[in-house]
């Protein structure tokens, strides 16, 4: 069902109004149709940027060469895979890498890398407990493009990733205390969570939205994909 359709999709929810599930969605009909029509002035503009941003797929890397990381060259491989620890690729539509982007995952903000390695080793063996569930938080401590516009395409699609996960609840980088990494983060709506002695901590919220909440159980109710 076209989200764009904006009868259509009145119609559908008129009918189903007095559903629990979709008790409230209504009022916010004009900030839901407002928010997938932003910066898209016509149908075709929003398919063509939808088929633009469907071209990127994300893929776990079993090597990479560290000293094309600019952030973290020092970083060696062994590290990047250590403990649950992931390297993961952004592969465009002609199955080249845009992007770079390493993770750890902990039960806690890091400060620093040592602090990190530390926290990660942790989440590890507590995944053992947990049918492998290792971490509810995802440290992005560097990220790199290797194509023009593969980082903020690579943000946009670990954003996505983790939204959908079922273990992982937030998304913070462990940056180097550079001004390219803040306005990095910032300009891809980050927000500035702590600046430490050696590092800076950003988050991307990736809490679901009020209208987005509803949407997901009207979707649900109505068996819509």
Sequence with gaps: MDILNKEK????????????????LMEK????????????????????????????????????????????????LKFRQTYGRK????????????????FAFTNEVPKTVEEM??????????????????GSIAIAYTVWAKKKGGGRAIVNEVYKMVKKSNHLNRLVTLSPLTKMARNFHIKNGAKELQVNETTQNFEYDITLEEWETALAKAKNFLSIK
């Excluded at 080793?121 to 569930?133: E, F, I, M, N, T």
């Design 9 to 24: 999709l009145k119609e559908v929810l008129q009918r189903w109004k007095g559903h629990p599930s979709i008790a409230g």
């Design 29 to 76: 009909f004009n900030k839901l149709q407002s928010y997938t029509n932003k910066n898209y002035k016509t149908l075709e503009s929003y398919t063509k940027q939808k088929i633009k941003e469907s071209k990127y797929e994300l893929v776990e890397l079993p090597y990479i060469d560290v000293k094309e990381d600019p952030v973290r060259p020092e970083l060696d």
């Design 117 to 134: 390695d530390t926290l990660s080793y942790d989440a590890a063996l507590q995944s053992v407990h947990r049918a492998g569930v290792q």
């Design 87 to 102: 390297i993961i690729g952004l592969k465009d539509d002609v199955g080249e890498i845009a992007a770079i982007m390493c």
